[in-house]
């Protein structure tokens, strides 16, 4: 059982890595070719606008909270396909 929970920790973790780094790229080009504009490096920096920091915030947010859900299914899919069964911690039995 420990052996399970570290390599889906591995597994789940590699895959968020990758997905996130993918959606980073996605984002940032998203907003080049939207605003013409490189994306902010610091939203915090207060010469950017309120509304550059909030937009920014907002997108790569969004863009970074599915790419992980995304990124966390198909990683829980895989498993099931490689082990036969859910996860530890998805699976029925496994009490939180």
């Known amino acids: ?9 591995v597994v789940r973790g590699l895959s968020t890595f990758a997905a ?11 907003w080049r070719w939207i605003t013409g504009n490189e994306p902010p490096a ?3 920096d207060p010469d950017l606008t309120w509304r550059e920091a909030v937009t920014w915030a ?8 599915v790419a992980r859900l995304l990124a966390g299914r198909q990683a ?5 396909k490689w082990t036969g069964e859910l996860p530890p911690g998805l699976r029925p039995d496994d009490s939180a």
Do not use: F
Not at 58 to 65: F, K, L
């Open 1 to 9: 059982m420990a052996g399970s929970k570290l390599g889906w920790t």
């Open 20 to 30: 996130v780094a993918v959606t980073k790229k996605v984002v940032d080009t998203g």
């Open 58 to 65: 907002v997108a790569s947010g969004v863009g970074v909270a």
């Open 42 to 44: 610091d939203p915090d």
């Open 76 to 80: 829980a899919r895989m498993w099931r």
